[in-house]
């Protein structure tokens, strides 16, 4: 098996944007090639939920090879629900490591602002088993995060508040990346006593509907950030078949299985980015990754453990809440961080950070993505 690098990286701005998803996605990619030193590419892969639907456009990879003048190089679109660009950076991933290609280029992009509200929220929709008893009752995925939030608070003793500082933190983070959606200084009174959405989450416990694209290129090598391990799982996407509401197996088990087949433990790593479409979904996160033990989470976030100056900082690119969340990209937004992070150039630049953790989740956990970087020469 050979060692295998990021090279180079590309992403837009998050937000609401005029651009079509081609443009954006030419624009991250062409970024991502000039930083790689415009390698010969021998495969693309592209993470998308719902270009169909809400951009009215398929044909991503193929658009891409194209516009980019990339010839007859293969191309596939993965769809994962959020999860899809942790999983189309998984497949670039093994298949550089088993030796099948020396350079891929990694991508992902959603166009979510162009269609109203009920158009978005249906298409959102469809991440959810819709022939079942919850599809028929309307469950969506603030109200699946918020029995999670209620039942969290019921056993283990948070409060609303706890919710707010997590929405705080990654506000406050948000404020310094320049291609965060929202970057307005917020306080927690606002937090608190935002719009309701489905209680106890309020608007910015929300993670937003956002325009954007990311592209990272993967080599056979030792030209740049190491990716050490790849760890995916799947789990039920029924609240009715969940064992314990609190346990997100596939979070568990995919973070299980990069640690172990990097041969690390929660205790190795220095930063982390992970899945946090709404404030609740990171407590748990860090929990089943084994950074706080479970039930303790909300305790880590009150006593300032998961920012700089405690044990791990998270999200320190403002995270899905203030970053945005433009489905596709979301997972190749959040390596980026991470080797923004051990390259030593990131926003929010955490010190000495070595070894970089992310988190792609998918549905209510119908997927879970986790990826371990390490700097060259730690």
């Not at 592209?46 to 007859?72: D, R």
Request: hydrophobic share 40%; charged share 20%.
């Amino acid at each position: 098996m050979s060692s295998v690098s990021v090279i180079g990286r590309g992403i837009t701005s998050f937000g609401k944007k005029e651009a079509s998803i081609k443009s954006m996605l030419i624009q991250a990619c062409k970024a991502a090639l000039l930083e790689a030193g415009r390698p010969r590419i021998d495969a693309v892969f592209v993470g998308n939920f719902g270009s169909g639907t809400l951009a009215n456009q398929e044909i991503l990879g193929s658009m891409l090879t194209n516009e980019l003048g990339l010839g007859n190089a293969p191309s596939m679109k993965v769809e994962g629900a959020c999860a899809s660009g942790g999983l189309a950076f998984r497949q670039g991933y093994q298949l550089v490591k088993a030796g099948e290609y020396d350079t891929v280029l990694v991508a992902g992009a959603e166009k979510m602002t162009g269609s109203d509200t009920a158009t978005i929220t249906n298409a959102i929709n469809l991440a959810m088993d819709n022939d079942s008893s919850e599809g028929a009752s309307g469950l969506t995925f603030p109200g699946f995060f918020g029995v999670l939030a209620n039942r969290y608070m019921h056993e283990y003793g948070a409060e609303k508040k706890h919710l707010a500082m997590v929405a705080l933190k990654n506000r406050t983070y948000a404020m310094n990346n320049p291609i965060a959606q929202f970057r307005k200084e917020i306080s927690m009174e606002e937090i608190m006593h935002a719009r309701p959405v489905t209680e106890p989450l309020g608007l910015f416990d929300c993670s937003p509907i956002t325009d954007g694209a990311a592209a990272v290129v993967i080599q056979k090598g030792e030209g740049g950030v190491e990716v050490l391990a790849s760890g995916q799982a799947s789990g039920t996407p029924l609240m009715q078949e969940a064992k314990d509401l609190l346990h997100i197996p596939a979070t568990y088990e995919s973070g299980k299985r990069a640690y172990e087949a990097a041969g690390l433990g929660p205790t190795d790593i220095d930063v982390v980015e992970l899945h946090d479409c709404f404030s609740m979904t990171e407590i748990i996160a860090i929990e089943e990754l084994g950074l706080f033990e479970k039930g303790k989470g909300w305790e880590a976030v009150e006593a300032g453990k998961t920012k700089h100056g405690g044990m791990v900082p998270v999200n320190t690119s403002g995270g899905l809440l203030s970053k945005g969340h433009p489905i596709g990209a979301t997972g190749i937004a959040q390596i980026i961080q991470i080797v923004d992070q051990l390259r030593g150039n990131a926003v929010n630049q955490v010190d000495n950070a070595r070894i970089g953790l992310a988190q792609n989740l998918g549905g209510t956990g119908a997927y879970s993505i986790v990826h371990l970087f390490r700097k060259r020469g730690a």
